[in-house]
Structures are given as C-alpha cells and as structure tokens.
C-alpha cells in the first residue's frame, strides 16, 4: 500500500473566490475512487508548511484577502522555492498565481513583492478581464473555467505558458498566453474550478506527485463523462 498523498490547502479562507477549493475536492475524490490514501492539510496565516506535501493549492482571493495573507505568503518565500525546486506539484489560482511571481504592481504604483518561484510579473489595470474562458494546453487538452482579474501578466524566460487563450483573454490579453509553468508548478487564472472540468489536468497533477516520490501507483481510469460534458457546456457558454 502506497502511503498517503499529502494535499496542502493554502489560505483556505481568504483564498477561496469562485470556488477554487473545488480543486482540492477533486483531488481528493479522484484519489479516494481509485482506494488511494490521501491526506488534506489546510494552511492558514501562520501555520506551519508541512515538510512532507506532495501538492499544494492556492486559490484567488478578493484584493483585502490577499492583502491579509501578502506579508505570510512571503515569509515562506525561502520554503516554497525550496519546495519548487525540490519538484513539489504546486496549483496556484489568480492571486496565488501573482504571488507566486516575482511582483505586483498595482495600477497607481504600489510594488507588492512576490516570492519568486515563477518568472512572471503582474500590473494592475481599471478594466478587468471576466467570463467564462477556455484553455488550449499541448499535452492535457483543453482546460475550462471562468476569469475575474485586474492584474495583467507577463512571462520571463524561465516561464513557459500554459496554454493558450482566446483573444482578450489569458494572462493579459493581448499576447494569447494563459498561466505559466515551470517544473511542477502551475499558475493559471482559470477559476470555477478548473480541475473540475479538466480531468485529464487533474490525474497530471497526481502523476506527477506520485513520480516525484518514486512510487509506481498507476491511476486506473475513472468514468470522466460529467466534468466532459460539463466542460463542453461551459465552453458553449456565453462569456
């Protein structure tokens, strides 16, 4: 018996808008369909980081949230690149997304720091970018969810995207970018939740986790008719 996948929920409270804590259910139910132990442990403002994660969730936040959570989140700036390097699956969502990053500057001038484990960086903007949004990825298909932010990003380098996005959409809605990836981690703006409607997506995330332990668990197949078929609906969907 293989031992338990360890999920850690960051910011479980303040981070969870548009039902981003959707992801961590998802996770959870896919392991437990298939007889795989799991363990959630929720990380809140001062909480220890567990050593032993395997996958961390961030969500998005309202801009009060993230300013509650912003000087925690970068007190473990050190941990959480550590952890990156160490090939921690990590999926972060909108403000977890940006934090994650190098910056943010909002749209009168103020620098918010980030803690650097992605190459990107976020400027605020009035107008938002919001609707329902699809995600073109090479290797998982399509991703669905729904976008709701003012920051507009840009990758660096050593970020690649995730997928790409229809026009006036994605990272910042003008160059067809959605999310950023580097290694094991994985920034994206889709709420809704994504995993929810993006299967394929999730059981990437678990494989991963599981490779990086070097345990040979195979993911046997779940019957993913619903979240297909809610994914081809919400896709049909007026923005």
Known sequence: MTRELVL????????NIYGDTGNVLVLRKRLQWRGLPVRVEAVSVGDRLPDDADILLGGGGQDAAQGEIGAD????????????????VMLAICG???????????????????????????RGQEQRLIGNNHVDTPDWGRLVGYENH????????A????????????????????????DNVFGTYLH????????????????RAYARRGDAVELEPLDDTLPEQAARVAVGRPR
């Open 8 to 15: 850690v929920h960051l910011y479980p409270r303040e981070m």
């Open 73 to 88: 989140f970068v007190s473990r700036g050190e941990q959480l690149r550590a952890l990156a390097d160490d090939g921690v």
């Open 96 to 122: 977890s997304f940006q934090m994650l990053g190098h910056e943010f500057v909002t749209h009168d001038g103020v620098r918010i720091a980030g803690v650097g484990v992605l190459d990107v960086v976020t």
């Open 150 to 157: 003012s920051g507009l990003t840009t990758l660096g380098a």
């Open 159 to 182: 970020a690649v995207p995730l997928g790409r996005s229809q026009h006036g959409r994605g990272n910042n809605g003008t160059d067809g970018t959605e999310g950023a990836v580097r």
């Open 192 to 207: 809704g939740p994504v995993l929810a409607k993006s299967p394929r997506f999730a059981d990437e995330l678990l494989r």
